[in-house]
Antibody, heavy 117, light 110 residues
Framework: QLQLQESGPGLVKPSETLSLTCTVS??????????WGWIRQPPGKGLEWIGS???????HHNPSLKSRVTISVDTSKNQISLKLNSVTAADTAVYYC?????????WGQGTMVTVSS | QSVLTQPPSVSAAPGQRVTISCSGS????????VCWYQQLPGTAPKLLIY???KRPSGIPDRFSGSKSGTSATLGITGLQTGDEADYYC???????????FGGGTTLTVL
């Protein structure tokens, strides 16, 4: 059974880069039909898609975040990563990774990231 | 402001039926599959419905989905207190080239 686990710092300073990793277990990223994505949820608010990547390297990004986002895949470690640069308090959120086929079928438990000095 | 519009809240009594609407446009719902997610308090979202009306394994048939034109609807019958959660619709928007979500609807089972 596919499982996803996010990891990374829980606190990031303003203007710095937020870096998160999602480790996939129970299946291989390579050769999978899934797109692997990142979604975030600010406290008390709704879901916002950040972007998705296929193991082949094909990516899609939220236009509102595209200039600050890098999503990559490491097939040797079965991981995907997210980098969001020049963060502000508005980037404070729970960050989820998910496996997307026709919808986000599988979600990680999420990790809270706070942007504060 | 979300691309997909949902009512902020709905409520109904245990055992009753409730519907949650999701309104979009020709660039998203009208031409794309819609999915629905349930987010119980303090947990990650869970997929309830995909491809407009299909249920993943393990999702009871009390949950149903439908779509007509630029709108989609999630139906829940035989309401239980355990159904109290936030519900989100989602789809692909071809104009934005982006996955989009509704703003979410909080279901209260009175």
């Amino acid at each position: 059974q596919l499982q996803l686990q996010e990891s990374g710092p829980g606190l990031v300073k303003p203007s710095e880069t937020l870096s998160l990793t999602c480790t996939v277990s129970g299946g291989s990223i390579s050769g999978s039909s899934y797109y692997w994505g990142w979604i975030r949820q600010p406290p008390g608010k709704g879901l916002e898609w950040i972007g998705s990547i296929h193991y082949s390297g094909s990516t899609h990004h939220n236009p509102s975040l595209k200039s600050r986002v890098t999503i990559s895949v490491d097939t040797s470690k079965n991981q995907i990563s997210l980098k969001l640069n020049s963060v502000t308090a508005a980037d404070t959120a729970v960050y989820y990774c998910g496996a997307y086929l026709f919808a986000f079928d599988v979600w990680g438990q999420g990790t809270m990231v706070t942007v504060s000095s | 402001q979300s691309v997909l519009t949902q009512p902020p809240s709905v409520s109904a009594a245990p055992g009753q039926r409730v519907t949650i609407s999701c309104s979009g446009s020709s660039s998203n719902i009208d031409n794309k599959y819609v999915c629905w997610y349930q987010q119980l308090p303090g947990t990650a979202p869970k997929l309830l419905i995909y491809e407009n009306n299909k249920r993943p394994s393990g999702i009871p048939d009390r949950f149903s989905g439908s779509k007509s034109g630029t709108s989609a609807t999630l139906g829940i019958t035989g309401l239980q207190t355990g159904d109290e959660a936030d519900y989100y619709c989602g789809t692909w928007d071809s104009s934005l080239s982006a996955v989009v979500f509704g703003g979410g609807t909080t279901l209260t089972v009175l």
